[in-house]
C-alpha cells in the first residue's frame, strides 16, 4: 500500500500535494498560496492578509444556519531541520514522504512536517468533503508559526467571525488542550576580535553529536542533552589547552540542539583528545537512556583565527551559564512544566558570535524574570541582548461549552473521556484569543513524535481516528 491509497483519502492527497511545496518558516508564501487555490477551487470564499494568512469560509448545509460558527485553525509553515549528511535544499527540494508500516516518515534525513501538515491538509478535506453536515464554517491557515508566531501576531481583530475554534496542532491522540505557555526569544551578541592562531598548534574540531534533539517544549523535561551546553562544558574543560576560533550549533531557536561543534587550534592534541574522551564517558553516564547516543568527535580541521583570550572567556561563559532547561514545574498540573528556556543556536559569522535563548513560561511574571536572568548572564559577559517574538499565552477555560462537546463526542466515539491538558508550548490560540475576546478553543490532533527533528513520523491508524473525532464534533457543534 503506498500514501495515496490510505484513508482518508482527500486527507492524505493535499498532505502529498502540500509536501512538494518547500514551507519552512518565512518562506511558506508559495505554500499559501497554494491553500488560497485549493479553497478557490472549491469555489469558496477566501483571503489573504497582508502578512500572508488565509481566511477560508464556507456556508452551513441545510438546515444548520443557525449554528454557531466553527473555525478550524492550522499553521502552514514548517521546521526544517535535516541530519548532518542530508543533501537537502529546504529552499527547494519538496519533502518526500513514505509509509513505513503505521508510520510516516521522511526520506532523505529530514523533518516531515506533519506539525503542521496534517491539520492543513485536515482543514481543507473538511472543506472539500461533501458528506459531512455542518454549521458555517470558516478555516483560518496562519504562517510563520514555528518562529515568533508573526502571522497570528498579525491577525485583523474580528476578522474571524467563529464562536468557537478549533486549533489541529496538537501531536497527542486522546488530549484535548485548553491551554499553553507564552515564549519569547533572547538574542545575545558580541563582536570579538581575532588573530592567527600561534605558530606550532594544530587545528581541530570538536564535535557533540548524536543527541535526540527535540520540541523545546513539549520535549524540555524530558532530560535530554543539549549539544551547545555540553560543547561549552568541554571547551571550558580544555580551556588550558585550547584557543577558540570558532563555535556554531542548533538549527531553529524552538528545537533542542542535537550538534555542536567548535574549531580550536592547540598545541596539546593528545591532551585535548584524552580530555574529550574523559567528558563523553561523562555525558553518556549522566543521561543515560534519557539520551543514549551522545558522542564527542575530535577531527583535524582547517586553521581559522582565534578568539582573543577576553571573547573566548566570555563566549564560553555564557553559554555555560545562560539558563537552559527547565526553571520551575507547575504546582497545578503534575508533570508540566511551567517555565523554561532553550539555548537553542549559536553561531561565529562576521566577526559576532550570536547566541539564542527561547523561554516559555504560563505566567507572564516568570517569564519576564527569566529574561532578566538571560540580561544579566549577557551583560557579565559582555553580549547585548534583545527581546524578540515575544506572544502570550493562553489560560485554561475547563468549563467552556466547546471542551463540553469534545468530551462528550470522544466518550461517544471511544468510550472514555479524552485527557484535558495545558501544554508547555506555544500554541497560536494565545495570540488568535488575544485579538478575539471571548473565542472558546481547544486543540486536537494525532499521534506524531519526535517533531522538528529528522525522525518525525506521524501514525496512519491515529490519523484516521483523528478525523473520525474531527468530523464528529463538527456536526455536534
Known sequence: MD????????????????SRIPRTSKHEARAARWVLDQARALGLEAEQDEAGNVLIRKGPTPGRQDRPTLAIQAHVDMVGVKTPDSPHDFAKDPIEPYLDGDLVKARGGTTLGADNGIGVASALAVLASDDLAHGPLEVL????????????????RGWLRATYLLNVDSEEEGFVTIGCAGGVNSAAQRAISTSPAPIGHKALRIKVFGGRGGHSGIDIAAGRANAIRLLAQVLFAARGHIKLAAISGGTVNNAIPAEASAVVTTAKEDAVRALVAEQEAHFRAAFGQFDPNIKIAVEEAEPLPVMSDADAEAVIGLLLVGPTGVEAMSPDV??????????????????????????????????AALCDRIAAACALTGFKVDLTDSYPGWKPEPEAHLLQILKQTHRELFGEEPKVIAIHAGLECGMIGEKHKGLQMASIGPNMWDVHTPKERVSVSSVARFWRFLRAVIERV
Open 3 to 18: 500514501i495515496e491509497s490510505l484513508e482518508p483519502k482527500l486527507l492524505w492527497r493535499y498532505f502529498l500535494e502540500l
Open 334 to 367: 503534575p508533570g508540566l512544566p511551567q517555565t523554561s528556556t532553550n539555548l537553542g543556536v549559536v553561531r561565529t559569522e562576521g566577526g559576532v558570535v550570536r547566541a539564542n535563548f527561547l523561554s516559555r513560561s504560563s505566567i507572564d511574571a516568570s517569564k
Open 141 to 156: 491557515v496562519t504562517v510563520d508559526e514555528e518562529t515568533g508566531m508573526t502571522g497570528a501576531k498579525s491577525l485583523r
